[in-house]
């Protein structure tokens, strides 16, 4: 097994990266995406999105289902939709602390209700009764940029991390630091070794160079 | 004189082997010259004989280290830190947002206690939520037999004897099923039907080795069903535990499940052997690994167990 500390390391780093708490308002029911599985023509922005900031949102909001539906067509839109529950249907809903979405879809089966796709099995479905929808345009964006048009559109919180997560943070990235001073150390000696050989292959060259020349 | 000498050595030997020896010091050595011939031939001996004695020597040592080698990091190491299931779960699904919830599922690792070279922990595990339910299972049996029956009732896909091999000729790349199995009664048929090329490859070929050999159909193949196969490899148990849209409860019936099964074939080994469970560690596909530490309930009181199994 993985060398314990070494373990523990790597979850840190990955622990951290969801610290940064963005809490979506409960009336938000879903998410969903499309884009193409490659980054080209205008896919890569979507695709940072979700590779950056996507697990931070499932991790703080996580009754909100997150689906991503990617298909093989580059030429296609890249969109995010978002699924708002209407005043009504979100006033009958329990309400609950801030910060979890106060309703989970138990009415249809788990298996029958769209999933996340590498094939374009689950385009983005049509709003439900009581439903309304806004998207956004991510092809050609960067995705710092969907991020602000995200947290605009859905009037997320995003709230400061505590004194003891602000820590947790700034080790990680001193363990980066550190990692990048270990590597540069390492490359050093690596790099020396190598010229010592390369110079004494040249010596033994010439030695022989010399040898033959004088038989 | 010579010959005296060499009467009074092989003399001195056989005293030797019989009493304890003698002090050099204790006897004169005016009385007894090959005494002292014999004390440096033990010590010294010829090459062979201190190339024995280094040999033995050296099979000694290692049978000492033998004995406690360890894989590394066999011990707690006491620093990490530990998680709930459920929150270790927020964690893996918040890793694996956006993935094809077919293409991924939650694992777990077992660390366990072991010597290098004692024996290893294998066995078979029914889930009470099997992880995924794609097997079809295929019954070599007598044409007839009460074995077909049990086979056509318990849902095998293909059955037969001389039709199943013809089918597995025929489209030996296409085959309609997943598990193989076959009816001890039908073993010579099956050895003679020369399939072992073609089944061998795909490991389908039944054998007492994998335990797909058996009398009863029927009680193989309801252990089949959903059945996983585990194996201790350098220390650890590794099997996929779950689906990721399953929920916190279905979830920990299943690794409870796990580490029961676990603990019960530690019991059954000879008890020689001791094995202890040092660490359960709960990943997913393409997750990082979470040390767990017992608990439930999240953390954060916000989070409802039931918000963790909505789609993926």
Known sequence: MVNPGKRMNILKTKVALTRKRTILPPEISRLHMDFALRWNDGHMGPRKFWKTCLPRLKFWNPAVPMIINRSSNNAGPATLSIYFRQAAAAAAAPTTP?????????????????????????????????????????????????????????????????????????????????????????????????????????????????????? | MASTSQFLASLARLSISSAPRPAASSIPRFLAPSVTTQIRCASGGTAQMQARQREKEKLKKKRRQQRFKEYKYAVPSGKGEQFSLCDAMRYLRAAEVGRPPSSVTYEVALKVRTIKNGPVIRNRIRFPYPVKNDTRIGVICAEGSNAMHDARTGGAVAFGEQSMFDLIKANANNLPFNRLICHADSVSALNKAGLGRVLGPKGLMPSLKTNTITKSVKTMMHEMVGA?????????????????????????????????????DISRMEDRVDKDIIEVVLTSTNGPGFTLNGGFLPTDEKVDPAHLATAM
Request: charge should be negative.
């Open chain 1, 98 to 215: 801030a910060g979890s979405a106060p309703k989970v879809n138990f009415v249809t089966p788990l298996a029958q209700q769209p999933h996340s796709s590498t094939t374009n099995e689950c385009p983005a479905p049509l709003p439900e009764e009581g439903e309304r929808v806004v998207t956004i345009e991510m092809k050609h964006q960067h995705s710092d940029a969907i991020l602000q048009e995200f947290l605009q559109k859905t009037g997320a919180t995003v709230l400061q991390p505590s004194p003891d997560e602000l820590n947790e943070m700034r080790q990680a990235e001193d363990l980066k630091d550190r990692a990048a001073i270990d590597r540069s150390i390492m490359k050093k000696y690596i790099d020396d070794k190598r010229a010592e050989e390369r110079l004494l292959a040249r010596a033994r060259e010439e030695a022989e160079a010399i040898r033959l020349a004088n038989q």
């Open chain 2, 228 to 264: 996983e196969t585990y194996r201790e490899k350098i220390g650890v148990i590794r099997i996929p535990i779950g689906n990721i849209q399953f929920s916190p409860k279905q979830l920990s019936e299943n690794v409870k499940t796990f580490i029961e099964s676990i603990k019960a």
